[in-house]
């Protein structure tokens, strides 16, 4: 049996994943991250970014392709319409940015999006943390 650890980086806990199966593993480090991060997870967009980011981690060329792929894709997944999974996103990303644990987004992003009011686009939100875990997972 494959065993992970990930550190869950608010309280410093480790949790183990004990599982055999990539593709749940996979969605428990995302969530781990954007969690940690401070994303609320009672938005919409808390699970249209955990879905987008794994569909870059499975085609990194989705995230090129994001208002004609990956938009319709999650919106059809959730019954909704490609603009308001946009603006979820959109908006959940501005939440963290504000409210969120500064220590871990700068783990992740410039400082320019620590100290300023410019926030990351959606694209390169979801990017930057599918890279960083298809890095850390060597996939």
Known sequence: MNKTVV??????????????????????????????????????????????????????????????????????????????????IRTAITITFDIGNKNILEKYFDEKYITGNKRPKNSEFIAIIADKINLELEL
């Open 7 to 88: 550190e869950k980086q608010i309280t410093k806990e480790f949790i183990e994943i004990k599982t055999n199966d990539k593709e749940k593993q996979k969605e428990i480090i995302i969530t781990n991250i954007i969690h940690s991060m401070g994303m609320p997870a009672n938005i919409k967009g808390y699970y249209y970014i955990r879905d987008a980011i794994k569909s870059v981690m499975e085609n990194v060329n989705n995230i090129n392709k994001i208002t004609k792929v990956l938009y319709p894709e999650i919106a059809d997944k959730y019954k909704t319409i490609s603009s308001k999974v946009e603006r979820s």
